[in-house]
């Protein structure tokens, strides 16, 4: 009997199954929004354009995300600028602000979007990310107004028939995953950058506030979904990190995010959900270990730029760990010979080791050749002994 | 009273932007040379933080604090100091790629400079290569600065080194590049002249280009 597919994750995870190939997607394989597009141009199958054809296409295997309910950041908001969507995603604020119009110019257009964030956009490439021109929470003012709309009890958090909605998501053979929010990530969502990393120092007291507010929603959704439905993972969003480290040290890191995070990690488990994730670019090496402090053990992208060594990691933590990505984006712009190579550096061995999900080590950008992601996919393929992926056409 | 040099550097190194001010109206109330104040105290301090910075001993909230201090420190002196004396490392142009409206790297390498001493002219985001040449010839810096955080703008940077061949500028100008994506081979290989792998060390490769 073939397993399910929510089997092979969980046994994945647990390292009970090894040398599976297993891409999971959306989220960790997943692409620009351009790249399809430029993908058909270069003469992929037309049907590539669409998000669901792309995924049968390479033959994925569908995590599903729980995202309507509102815990999370999605990029599910979007808004037509001249017959191109520019998509973006805002903290899981409910009410959202109203799109408003504020300018433009021959090439830009500034409005206020729906997280309340002044951006100015490029009418030529809306999909391009904007350049954020304000955001809507300063001080403890702007505050106290931004927090009405991460109330939990907000009816809309949950869709409106949530038994329904639960018994067609425990019947799915997918693993669910629950968006379980930020502790960097929104805040900077909705203060900017350099402010909050001011106010990390000038006002710690309104940051403790801020993830506090965010805690007590996220505990008081996360238990209302465990009522309901199965939950096989949970997933934190951050981008705490640039290039060579995070962007705060571990000691504000225990201060201000580490107390938070447990309490959430310590009801996801204690719940049965032992399958925590975060999803943060940069060097991370600083971050892991603080991380699986606060009990989160599944970690992406791992950007090879930013130093991430997946092999590394896996020698370090062993099965603590549950690692994906690390697959380094800017050797498929390179031949086939070194994309071979990029694969066979670390694959075979961390399949072989279990705990692993390939992908590269973000969205998959436009100036990746379409041959190239196919020659990947096909060489992912042939180290799990299975067949490359057939023409399209003849499928 | 002596002022106490340690004292005042270690102000800015902890972002303590009241003490520091006060300390340094404390020392020109005595008499002390404001080039003095800034020389022996003020971008010291700031050039240990950058150091520990570099270390990974501290990160981006303690370094804008501390720059925070420095600059109000600064402020002090301005009015007891020539330009030359203020800006007595050099010129910098800085700015992110064409296509590219990443900034906050950008914004730090800019910030550690200035506190280093260096005059920063900042041309901001999605800077396209006319702009860079445009502002080489306005203000003959000594450095120019490209910052790129992605794979597709970053083969804008050649264009930019192009255009300043074709503008007769090249050989008034070093060229330094930093950013998620780039790498020393990279730099090499447009022929950029200095590489920063991280903000921390971007003085550091600053004042070389500008030593060489």
């Known amino acids: 009997m073939t397993e399910s597919l929510r089997q092979r994750f969980l046994d994945i995870c647990r390292f009970k199954r090894t040398g599976d190939l297993c891409l999971l997607a959306p989220w960790l394989n997943d692409f620009w929004m351009e790249t399809p597009d430029v993908w058909v141009r270069q003469g992929a199958p037309a049907e590539l354009a669409d998000p669901r054809t792309i995924r049968s296409y390479f033959e994925f295997d569908h995590i599903r995300v729980l995202r309507e309910i509102q815990t999370g950041l999605f990029m599910d908001k979007r808004l037509d600028v001249l017959g191109r969507n520019y998509v973006y995603a805002i903290p899981p604020i409910l009410p959202t602000y109203e799109t408003r119009m504020l300018g433009e110019d021959e090439h830009t257009l500034s409005l206020v979007n729906e997280g309340g964030q002044v951006v100015r956009i490029d009418k030529r490439d809306p999909q391009k990310m904007p350049m954020y021109l304000d955001h809507p929470v300063k001080d403890r003012a702007t505050w106290q107004e931004y927090k009405k709309r991460l109330d939990p009890s907000t009816p809309e958090r949950f869709p409106a028939d949530l038994p329904a909605y639960a018994a067609r998501m425990n019947a799915k053979e997918e693993p669910l995953l629950l968006n379980v929010g930020s502790f960097f990530g929104f805040l900077r969502e909705w203060m900017g950058l350099e402010p909050f990393l001011y106010a990390l120092h000038d006002d710690p007291a309104l940051i403790e506030d801020m993830m506090d507010t965010l805690c007590h929603l996220e505990t008081v959704c996360i238990t209302e979904a465990l009522k309901h439905m199965r939950v096989d993972a949970a997933m934190f969003w951050e981008d705490m990190a640039f290039k060579t480290g995070p962007l705060i040290s571990p000691k504000m890191f225990r201060r201000f995010m580490m107390p938070r995070y447990k309490v959430i990690t310590d009801l996801l488990r204690s719940n049965g959900v032992d399958i925590i994730f975060v999803d943060s670019d940069g060097a991370l090496n600083q971050l892991i270990p603080l991380w699986m402090e606060s009990g989160i053990n599944f970690f992406w992208p791992l950007e090879c730029a930013a130093g991430n060594d997946a092999v590394a990691l896996r020698k370090q933590y062993g099965k603590d760990a549950i690692l994906g990505g690390n697959i380094d984006k800017r050797a498929l712009l390179k031949s086939k010979d070194i994309i071979r190579e990029e694969v066979m550096s670390k694959v075979p061995y961390l399949l072989e080791t279990g705990g692993y999900f390939p992908s590269v080590d973000h969205f998959v950008p436009p100036d990746v050749p379409f041959e190239n992601y196919v020659y990947l996919i096909n060489t992912l393929r042939e180290v799990a002994g299975l067949p490359p992926l057939k023409p399209f056409s003849r499928r | 009273m002596a002022w106490n040099r340690t004292e005042l550097a270690n102000a800015v190194q902890n972002g303590d932007d009241d003490e520091a001010v006060k300390m340094v109206k404390d020392a020109l109330a005595e008499g002390v040379p404001a080039l003095e104040i800034l020389d022996e105290a003020l971008v010291p301090g700031i050039q240990q933080l950058g150091e520990l910075f570099k270390d990974g001993e501290v990160f981006l909230p303690e370094v804008l604090i501390a720059c925070r201090a420095m600059d109000k420190g600064v402020a002090e002196l301005k009015p007891y100091l020539t330009a030359g004396e203020m800006h007595k490392k050099g010129k910098v142009i800085i700015g992110t790629v064409e296509g590219d409206l ?30 860079f040449v445009n502002a080489v010839k306005e203000h003959c810096p000594d450095i120019l600065a490209m910052s790129a955080l992605l794979t597709i703008t970053m083969t804008n940077m050649p264009e930019v080194i192009e255009s300043l061949e074709k503008a007769g500028l090249r050989d008034r100008v070093r060229v330094m590049i930093g950013g998620a994506p780039i790498t020393r081979e990279y730099a090499d290989q447009i022929g950029a002249e200095g590489f920063a792998e991280d903000c921390a060390s971007a003085v550091q490769e600053a004042e070389r280009l500008k030593a060489a």
């Open chain 2, 102 to 131: 990443h900034d906050i790297g950008k914004n730090i390498v800019r910030l550690m400079l200035e506190c280093a001493g260096f005059d920063v002219v900042d041309l901001g985001v999605d800077v396209p290569a006319t702009a």
